[in-house]
Every structure is written in structure tokens, then in C-alpha cells.
């Protein structure tokens, strides 16, 4: 059975920094690219960053370029969002997906950005 659960978001000041995880299982994590994906309220659901399958490449949203990093560690089939210099416009429930498993979503990570 496919599982994705994110964790790692909560509240932070503007200029802060999270680290969210997904750790997936119920598929073979290494052969699939992996997105993040965010929804802020209101708002329809927006691709953050995304990383191939060996991570050897990446792509970001204009608005989080220079800001987010997405990585990955295949041996513990866990994805990573690195979120630096925070702003309150970041905001929102983040979610990991896969492509390939498109109607696989997990409960989602809060992540506020409030002074």
C-alpha cells in the first residue's frame, strides 16, 4: 500500500527556517521523481520543487528559487524540503507526490509564517 507522510512544519518567524521530510514506502521510491507540493488556504494546490530520481536534478517554483532545496536519500525512501529565509507568503500545507502515483497524496505538513 502506498503511504506518503510528511512531517516537520509548524510556526516560524519571517527569515526562519524547516526542514520537512516525507518518508514514502508501498513502492520503489528510487525509480520515481518526487515533487513538493504546497496549498495555501484559498488557494489551489501549487508545485514547490521537484527532484529526478537520483536527484541529479531539480526544479523550483520562481518564488522559492534560492530559497527552498529539495533533496532525497534513497536508502531511507524519505524526500526533503530545506526551507530557508522564510516569508509569510510561504504559508500553507505542504504535500510530497509522485508523477507516477498521481492520486497518492499524504495528510500533509502545516507550515506558518508569522511574527
Known amino acids: 500500500q502506498v503511504q506518503l507522510v510528511e512531517s516537520g512544519g509548524g510556526l516560524v518567524q519571517p527569515g526562519g527556517s524547516l526542514r520537512l521530510s516525507c518518508a514514502a514506502s508501498?513502492?520503489?521510491?528510487?525509480?520515481?521523481?518526487m515533487n513538493w507540493y504546497r496549498q495555501a488556504p484559498g488557494k489551489e494546490r501549487e508545485l514547490v520543487a521537484r527532484?529526478?530520481?537520483?536527484?541529479?536534478?531539480?526544479n523550483y517554483a520562481d518564488s522559492v528559487k534560492g530559497r527552498f532545496t529539495i533533496s532525497r536519500n534513497n536508502a531511507q525512501n524519505t524526500v526533503y524540503l530545506q526551507m530557508n529565509s522564510l516569508k509569510p507568503e510561504d504559508t500553507a500545507v505542504y504535500y510530497c507526490?509522485?508523477?507516477?502515483?498521481?492520486?497518492?497524496w499524504g495528510q500533509g505538513t502545516q507550515v506558518t509564517v508569522s511574527s
Open positions: 507526490n509522485t508523477d507516477r502515483l498521481p492520486n497518492y
Open positions: 508501498g513502492f520503489t521510491f528510487g525509480l520515481y521523481r
Open positions: 527532484i529526478t530520481s537520483t536527484g541529479g536534478n531539480t
